[in-house]
């Protein structure tokens, strides 16, 4: 196989951890401890990308990754959601709620639709397909679980039934043709990441 890609989730955020849509606020101060003492963890990579968003920087500084900031890694722009919880979306505007998990290219919120992700992250793929070497790249669960479906062929509504941890690797292969899913949810604190990381 010619490319490898590692897909590492950023760390935690106090604003995520409250269970809401997430806003460009810093990684907790668990988040950073267990990111840095993850930093055994990782192989040496040709490439090392991360999200614009800061907690993914600061996850990829943490792990000890100089970093180029890739926009694709960026997470999804939930516009005039960002920030506020999931329940008091919920509450306020239900049947938005409901279009944005029953619709693919909807983007009630005034953002980004999930389809327009999905764009994003296969963008991101198809570019690395045929590609020599390891990159990894710093990102957010949406962005790893569309990686994921289109990788596996699924339709972008299994998205929903993935959930990527926070500071978990994805790995994925590439023969230079067509990418192969080789591990996800591994925890960088597992001796698991030693192989994939």
């Given at each position: ?53 800061l907690?993914?920087?600061?996850t ?16 999804q ?45 296969v ?19 949406v962005?790893?679980?569309a ?9 972008l ?14 790995d ?25 990381g």
């Amino acid at each position: 196989m010619l490319a490898r890609l590692t897909m590492i989730a950023s760390g935690a955020t106090a604003a995520a951890r409250k269970g809401g849509f997430p806003a460009d606020e810093p990684l907790e101060r668990q988040a950073l401890a267990r990111a840095t003492a993850a930093r055994p963890a990782l192989r040496r990579a040709d490439r090392v990308w991360a999200s614009p968003a800061l907690r993914a920087r600061q996850t990829a500084e943490a792990l000890g990754l100089e970093a180029t900031v890739e926009p694709l890694l960026a997470d999804q722009d939930f516009a005039r959601w960002a920030g506020r919880g999931f329940e008091d979306v919920q509450a306020e505007d239900p049947e938005a709620m409901a279009a944005w998990f029953a619709d693919s290219d909807a983007a009630p919120h005034g953002g980004e639709s999930l389809a327009d992700v999905a764009r994003r992250g296969v963008a991101l793929l198809d570019n690395l397909v045929a590609s020599s070497g390891h990159t990894i790249a710093v990102t957010h669960p949406v962005l790893i679980r569309a990686a994921i479906v289109h990788v596996l062929g699924a339709p972008l509504s299994a998205i929903w039934k993935i959930d990527i941890e926070p500071l978990s690797l994805t790995d994925f292969r590439s023969d230079g043709r067509r990418w192969v899913l080789r591990a996800s949810g591994v925890g960088l604190s597992s001796g698991l990441s030693q192989d994939v990381g």
